[in-house]
């Protein structure tokens, strides 16, 4: 079992989180969480989200995309400044069932993360899916950061 290489920190209420940015933990920890209560189980699935495998991460986020724990925040828009386009279409169609005040509030105390993601965003876009979505506009990572601009 390998340590994260790196980690990125947060503020989540006043406390800094942090959180590693891949870890490399055998997926069969994750797929079997019957024994464990709710919160644990989304705890679990947070920690999942930074697999290194994408269809572990997406399969992971689906569970706690629409959360009303305020640590799972974090969590979530980190995956917004990543490439794989399925998890950003994942977070675009619950977007209208997540807690934005919750998001906003978080955006607004870790604005460097945020414009981070930002980049990321733009990195990827610029990379992978230009050529696919030509007009920046109709790319679902910027439509994500246009809603969430609204809430911060």
């Not at 906003?104 to 980049?119: C, D, R, V």
Request: hydrophobic fraction near 40%; charged fraction near 25%; glycine fraction near 2%.
């Amino acid at each position: 079992m390998l340590d994260p290489v790196s980690q990125f920190f947060v503020i989540v209420q006043d406390e800094v989180l942090e959180i590693p940015d891949r870890i490399y933990y055998p997926e069969e920890n994750v797929h079997n969480l019957s024994p464990f209560n709710p919160l644990h189980k989304e705890i679990l699935n947070c920690f999942y989200t930074r697999h290194h495998n994408g269809f572990v991460r997406e399969r992971c986020l689906r569970e706690i995309v629409t959360s009303e724990y305020v640590w799972v925040v974090p969590y979530v828009v980190k995956l917004i400044g990543e490439y794989v386009i399925e998890i950003l279409q994942v977070i675009k169609d619950n977007l209208v069932r997540m807690n934005l005040a919750m998001y906003g509030e978080f955006l607004t105390k870790n604005q460097k993360f945020y414009q981070l993601t930002k980049q990321r965003v733009a990195s990827y876009w610029n990379c992978y899916y230009r050529w696919q979505h030509p007009n920046k506009e109709r790319y679902v990572g910027f439509q994500i950061l246009r809603y969430l601009d609204e809430y911060r």
